[in-house]
């Protein structure tokens, strides 16, 4: 096989990857603090002790969870303009990310809070803090700390996941990577260039996410 990369320049990573390449890691850092936010407060309905809220809480996660993420984008991508009119693939992606990592972040966090023993948050009422103070101020830290390699990583198999929103045309890292390709006519040199920077950034971000863990296990 004669693999040509003479088009490899800096011209060319800023014409087509560097668009492609903020694109994925907005749409990370977005669907990460949206996720984990929506995802804390599922975690805390399914761990209420009241139908009510814990019910629709497990069938939300239940739902996303069983369902792949590709035709998630495209159901909502596809059906969502009917109710709300036309709306673009890139805006359509955050929303459908947030929700869809949400799933995942509510039972990352539900197996925080229940590491952390019940007697914190008796110890909390006990000094006069109500079930919101008590989570808010001595639960939820506990558990975040606790949690967060497992959330870090859940953040790396995301920006990996970024890559489906081709489904919808969005113009991600991959996008990039697949226009350039079709623009000098290397396509097989522009996808390999692709594979390598998605190596790159995730097999870092998961060393350091291991070095954090060691650092975790020491402190407690």
């Known amino acids: ?13 800023r014409a087509f990857v560097l668009k492609g390449l903020i694109f994925s890691v907005m749409l990370t850092l977005v669907a990460t603090v949206g996720g984990i936010l929506l995802g804390t407060v599922l975690a805390l309905m399914r761990l209420s002790g009241k139908t009510w809220l814990a019910a629709p809480a497990a069938a939300y996660v239940n739902l996303m969870r069983s369902i792949p993420l590709v035709m998630v984008i495209l159901w909502f991508f596809l059906l ?18 947030t929700l869809f990592e949400a799933a995942y972040f509510a039972e990352i966090m539900r197996a925080g809070i229940q590491s952390v023993p019940k007697g914190q948050g008796h110890a909390a009422q006990a000094l006069g803090m109500d079930y919101g103070q008590s989570m808010r101020l001595v639960v939820l830290p506990q558990a975040f700390r606790n949690m967060l390699p497992v959330l870090l990583t859940q953040t790396i ?16 890292l991959l996008k990039g990577f697949e226009v350039a390709g079709r623009n000098f006519n290397r396509p097989v040199e522009a996808y390999l260039l692709a594979a390598g920077i ?12 291991k070095k954090l863990q060691s650092r975790i296990a020491i402190i407690r």
Request: with cysteine; proline share 3%.
């Open 80 to 97: 969502v303009p009917f109710l709300t009119g036309p709306i673009s693939a890139e805006l359509s992606a955050y929303i459908t990310f």
């Open 157 to 172: 198999i995301l920006f990996q996941d970024t890559s489906l929103v081709y489904a919808i045309g969005a113009y991600d």
């Open 1 to 13: 096989m004669n693999l040509d990369y003479s088009f490899l320049s800096a011209e060319f990573l």
């Open 198 to 209: 998605y190596f790159v950034i995730c097999f870092s971000l998961s060393m350091a996410v």
